[in-house]
């Protein structure tokens, strides 16, 4: 249902089952073609501290499901009321954006390969402790 293979990319396969086994509790339309799945922790909100809000974005391709970016987001400054992505993996593009480096860089390089899986391991264990996200909705984008 959900594609693994990113070019030399390759989806952690905890993540893989998770996020299928998390459209597997929607009714998604067989028309929808782009996905959002949101996940929030109210505190964070309210408080600045703790977990960020994460979004998956998704784009359905002959049949299957493909992750376009995975990003993170935060209040970039104690004073922000909004909050502004912090970390943004796309996928399909091979790119990603870090908020304190200089622009984008290659997907594909060792280290930024090392970063992504390290962060899907840290994302996978507040997902893994179910009090830490509070708020997990799906979105049909179109």
């Known amino acids: 249902m959900i594609e693994q293979h990113y070019g030399e990319l390759q989806l ?5 089952h998770h996020l299928e086994k998390l459209l597997s509790c929607y009714s998604i339309p067989e028309q929808a073609i782009r996905l959002a ?11 600045k501290r703790g977990i960020h809000p994460v979004e998956i974005q998704l784009k359905k391709s ?8 995975i990003a993170s987001f935060s209040f970039i400054d104690t004073h922000d ?7 943004y993996f796309h996928l399909i593009n091979h790119w990603c954006y870090q908020l304190d480096s200089d622009g984008r860089c290659d ?3 060792p280290s930024v ?30």
């Open 37 to 47: 799945i949101n996940y929030r922790s109210s505190d964070y909100y309210q408080t």
């Open 113 to 142: 390969i090392d970063l992504l899986h390290s962060w899907i391991t840290a994302f996978l264990r507040h997902i893994q402790q179910q009090q830490r996200f509070d708020d997990i909705s799906l979105t049909v984008l179109r």
């Open 62 to 69: 002959d049949e299957r499901w493909r992750i376009v970016f």
């Open 81 to 87: 009321k909004s909050v502004d992505v912090e970390l």
């Open 107 to 109: 997907l594909l390089h």
């Open 12 to 16: 952690p396969l905890a993540l893989h």
